[in-house]
């Protein structure tokens, strides 16, 4: 479904919506904020011929959290999703406006939340082994800056060491950040899951990276070392290990952009900076 400047009216009827205000356009969806009959606003997401793609089973995860931390699924179908619309701001927005420790505190509670109980998935949900498929396989540029090829090469070793070494393995949000988490009338809730099965520790990894539009504090050393003490301790889980899922997975998100060919990144000075962290 390609974009269009309001969605279709079958799709407004079928679901008695009405009032639908333009939020964005990603590369995947397009989103609307919709009124239902209730008279609650929702957000609508329409997506794009190639479909929900791995947010699928993140719809699940939602769901599955029966609004404990997640906003709540009203509607999934295969080209689009109904959920809670959360007026914001997000947890991206306080640090962005100077409140960074207020954000990640408020960001490994909604963890606790959205992991105080599992559920059993169904056979075909993806796991991180699927994932670090993309890092294992990727081949670098002969210009490649040595250096940065060690970092990758250190983490595809650190990535099968944790792979394989897995515990308390369930149902992950699987891209909980800062900016997947915004406030609504129930609190601070996430959004925009993806949907894998993993080591819970596996949950705080990607925020290590973000937010977006924070780069300074992002790449800050000692933020990355105050991150690793306060999470591990609130989300009880063990402190080297955290370090080194975020490791790995700052390595895998430039292997995602690599797309097969590793040349430059921006992000392995991060990368660099948690090896560092880990070897203190």
Not at 82 to 108: A, F, N
Not at 229 to 238: A, E, G, I, L, R
Request: charged share 30%; net charge negative; with cysteine.
């Amino acid at each position: 479904m390609e974009f269009e400047f309001a969605p279709q009216p079958s799709i407004l009827s079928d679901l008695q919506l009405n009032n639908p205000r333009f939020v964005e356009d990603t590369p995947f969806a397009t989103i609307w904020r919709v009124t239902r009959a209730s008279g609650e606003d929702a957000a609508l997401k329409l997506y794009h011929q190639k479909g929900m793609r791995n947010e699928a089973k993140g719809f699940e995860f939602l769901s599955s959290r029966d609004g404990n931390g997640a906003a709540h699924v009203f509607e999934v179908s295969d080209q689009l999703a109904l959920i809670e619309w959360l007026d914001g701001p997000s947890l991206g927005d306080l640090t962005r406006d100077g409140e960074d420790e207020k954000s990640c505190m408020l960001l490994v509670k909604v963890a606790k939340k959205l992991h105080q109980y599992s559920f059993e998935v169904s056979e075909n949900w993806p796991d991180l082994e699927d994932w670090f498929g993309s890092l294992f396989r990727l081949a670098f540029s002969a210009d490649a800056d040595q250096r940065e090829v060690g970092l990758i090469d250190e983490a595809k070793k650190q990535a099968r060491y944790m792979l394989d070494s897995q515990t308390d393995m369930r149902p992950l949000h699987g891209d909980l950040h800062h900016d997947n988490v915004r406030l609504g009338e129930r609190g601070f809730c996430a959004f925009d899951a993806k949907g894998v099965v993993g080591e819970r520790t596996y949950e705080l990894a990607n925020a290590f990276r973000n937010p977006k539009g924070a780069r300074e504090l992002v790449f800050d050393r000692h933020r990355i070392e105050l991150l690793a003490d306060h999470w591990s301790q609130s989300f009880d889980v063990n402190r080297e290990r955290l370090l080194k899922w975020a490791f790995v997975k700052c390595a895998l998100s430039i292997a995602w952009r690599a797309k097969g060919k590793f040349v430059k990144d921006d992000e392995t000075e991060l990368l660099g900076m948690l090896f560092e962290a880990l070897r203190r």
